[in-house]
């Protein structure tokens, strides 16, 4: 058992019958603890056996609080002899859970107290104790105390009724957070923890709320026994006692060092990223402007150059002017796509909205496309569907057809022909592009409509591209509320898909 004082004087040994009132008084003792009452009324008839028990003592029995403070919980006995002359034999015991005290029993009398009395009242204060921990009565506490103490935050309790705010208490995780030991700091201000790093926003903020008494959460730049920086995250609470009067700043803290460093890290490459974005597509503004305009002239100019006489005889020199307008076409379509591409990355992809009939817009790109691959086969099915009434930008809509359709020409093998299909699905349109090309690698369907996604097969016979067209559809079909998809087998050909909701 724990601390105790024994004022007793000369050991009586009292006998037979003191023996047996002793053994009385722990069988009373023992009933007592097992009963059904209340932990006060248990407690005052543990005093109250006492005291009939030992003539003349009296006995009381303090229990901590959840404040930790100590509340008297029984009282039983006169006390009216304490004030005479008399010095009084007084054993205390503390009432312990584990290693944890939970409250105090004291008796005090006027008499001596003898060996084998002594030796019950120790008993008496195990046995009440351990009936105290049955009734849950400072396990709480108890456990509220291995808590802060295995905590790996760091706590850190403070009293701002003393001068200067002190320390007095921490835990072990603030000594592991700091190198500092409780021994070290304890009297002391918070304040050696910033070192000679005081301007920081986080202690302007705490000082304010300390002066207003309130709580607040702040991150500091604090600094370890061996001067190593660390961020600190602190959670200031302040505890006010039943009066109202501020007792305690409690602060929990974070060593959020690592996670401070990622941001950092992370915010620094963002800013990079962005940066090299930002040149990226001021690139792809200025060169795509830069170079329509040579192109517009060159396209012109052959153009110009295959009306006059002399060159329609020349079959050599139109087939040559030809060829120079469908490159500079195809150049053209390269820049678009690649202002398109920089339009969504940056979010301004704007779309022209109006209704029009999906069936006319893909029979007149189909038609276009015809007279314009003579060498190719297309063929339009629109079903019985009628009219197929949507709600969006006609152009960029007839762009994911015609960028369909030239797909389905470009990766074509033998069987120079494609089949459009356009049909009405409950309140879906959905139109489908398909052929018999090269197909799409199975392993490779999933990158399909990524950004500059081109296929491992598709370079073969030098089909060139840029990986754009799919990716670019896909955006306009999903901001019109539709969807594109598609089925390829590798050697057989494929199967785009693209559905939007019809109006009506
Ligand atoms: P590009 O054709 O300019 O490379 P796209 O974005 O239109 O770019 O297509 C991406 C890739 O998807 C192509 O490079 C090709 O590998 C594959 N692909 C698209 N359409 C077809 C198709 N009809 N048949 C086979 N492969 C296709």
Redesign the pocket.
Known sequence: MGAQRDNSGDLDGGGTAEQINLRGLSTDIASAMSGQEDVTHILQTCADTIVRRLQGVFTKIWILDAETTLKLAASAGDSAWLRGELTPSFVGYPLMVGSHVIGVIATFSPRPLDGDTVATLSGIADRVAIGLDRRGVGRRLYLQDRAIAASSNGIVITDPRLPDNPIIYTNSGFERMTGYEQSEIISFNCRFLQSGDRDQEGIHELRQAIAERRGTQVVLRNYRKDGTLFYNELTLSPVFDDEGELINFIGIQSDITARRLAEQERDELLSRVEEALAVRDRFISFASHELRTPITVIKGHAQLMARRKDVRENEHLLRQLGQIDRQAAAMDSMISSLLDVSRIESGQMSFLIADFDLCRVVQEVVEEMSVSRLDFTLDLDLGDCGELPVHGDEVRIRQVVG??IS??I??SREKREARVLVRREDSRAVVS?Q?W????PEDQHAR?FGLY???D??AEGG???????????RNIIEAHSGSLWFD?TPGE??T?HFSLPVIG
């Open positions: 960028n369909l797909n389905a470009k990766y592009v052929d090309g090269i197909g799409i399909v996604f081109r296929a097969n598709a089909r060139t591209g840029l990986g754009l067209g799919l990716h670019i559809s390829s050909g494929s785009f």
